[in-house]
């Protein structure tokens, strides 16, 4: 069973247009609307790839009621905490290519003792739980130490802990040792404080999140792939897509399949990136389903070439 824990979850509208530019009026050639959140797009795929997985989500509001409607509907097992607040509402504007422009709203406040019940539900839902999985922004209201927290109260219980994340919610994560981090490019070279142009700074940078805590680095680069830094040292790989739809969610599949395979060598590395890849030939955040996982397609590579300069 995997636990998933997304404090700021959202409904994701995805809207396609030919060209973006600024300061236009530009009509959509289609729109859809997905339940959305980081946490919460690692148990549909886990669901999708029939892996056991609980979403738990803070949700308020109208769009709240409107986010629970469209998990059930997918067939989620979800734990739902109301909260006052209301769930946040993200636009992705997708261009021909795979290209996606993000806009991510804060979120809804949640007060202390939303977060202390939210808190509460994770706690009853991670006993017997292989992995709980913290991914996600925090909205206004979560202190930056949320997911170190997560980390210290299950880790004595033996229950891993992974946290996808950014900025300072990452960086205190690292502190309280959490079993696995998956930072994309921009995340892990923030976290760093240096750009990461070459595989070898990737490689570099992973292992200072190492020495500040967290036991495996999974970094995904987009068309590069991912990097895998843990205690048996580094791999890579990558799983070229020709014509990508989209990447709204194709980390949070690259984790998934990570998690599904056991997290760990390149067997689970291998799994994560043919997840990944099929996530991006689907549109929006469509969670890839077993017929579209092609596993011919993914390369691991042993001995990376450090001097590799990403492409993207
Ligand atoms: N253009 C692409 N071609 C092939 N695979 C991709 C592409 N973009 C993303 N992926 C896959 O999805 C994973 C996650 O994408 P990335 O953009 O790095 O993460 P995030 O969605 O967290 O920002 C990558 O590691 C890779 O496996
Ligand atoms: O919590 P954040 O960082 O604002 O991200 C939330 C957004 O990320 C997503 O989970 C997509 O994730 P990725 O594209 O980074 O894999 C969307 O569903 C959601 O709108």
């Known amino acids: 069973m995997i636990v998933t824990v997304t404090l700021n979850p959202s409904l994701d509208r995805t809207m396609e247009v030919d060209v973006l530019a600024r300061g236009q009026v530009i009509r959509a050639r289609s729109a859809r609307l997905d339940p959305g959140g980081k946490g919460v797009n690692v148990t ?12 738990v989500v803070p949700v ?4 709240g009621d409107r986010l629970r409607q469209l998990l059930l509907a997918e067939g989620l097992t979800v734990r739902a905490v109301p909260v006052a607040g209301h769930t946040r509402s993200n ?11 993000k806009l991510n709203e804060p979120g809804a406040r949640l007060s202390h003792g939303e977060l202390a019940e939210v808190a509460r539900v994770v706690a009853a839902e991670s006993a017997g739980a292989g992995w709980v999985a913290g991914c996600g922004s925090l909205p206004p209201g979560v202190p ?5 927290q997560l980390c210290r109260r299950l880790a004595p219980a033996g229950i891993r802990v992974a946290v996808d994340s950014s900025g300072p919610a990452l960086l205190a994560a690292l502190a309280a040792g959490p ?8 995340e892990l070279a923030e976290a760093v404080g240096s750009p990461v142009g070459r595989l070898a700074d990737v490689v570099a940078a992973a292992r200072q999140l190492r020495a500040r805590g967290a036991r495996s680095v999974l970094v995904s680069l987009g068309a590069d792939g991912a990097v895998l830094v843990d205690d048996d040292g580094v791999i890579a790989g990558d799983a070229p897509v020709e014509n990508p739809k989209s990447t709204v969610g194709a980390g949070d599949a690259l984790l998934a399949g990570f998690l599904a395979a056991g997290a760990r060598g390149p067997r689970a590395l291998a799994e994560a990136l043919a997840w990944g890849a099929a996530a991006v030939r689907l549109p929006a955040s469509r969670m890839p389903r077993r017929p579209d996982i092609r596993r011919d397609i993914v390369r691991i590579h042993a001995r990376p070439d450090l001097d590799q300069r990403l492409m993207t």
């Open 179 to 186: 079993d696995l981090v998956k930072p994309n490019r921009e």
């Open 60 to 63: 308020g509001g109208p769009e």
């Open 44 to 55: 549909r795929a886990l669901l999708a790839g029939r892996v056991p997985s609980v979403a």
């Open 144 to 148: 930056d130490d949320i997911y170190a």
């Open 91 to 101: 636009v992705t504007v997708a261009e021909p290519g795979g290209v996606a422009t």
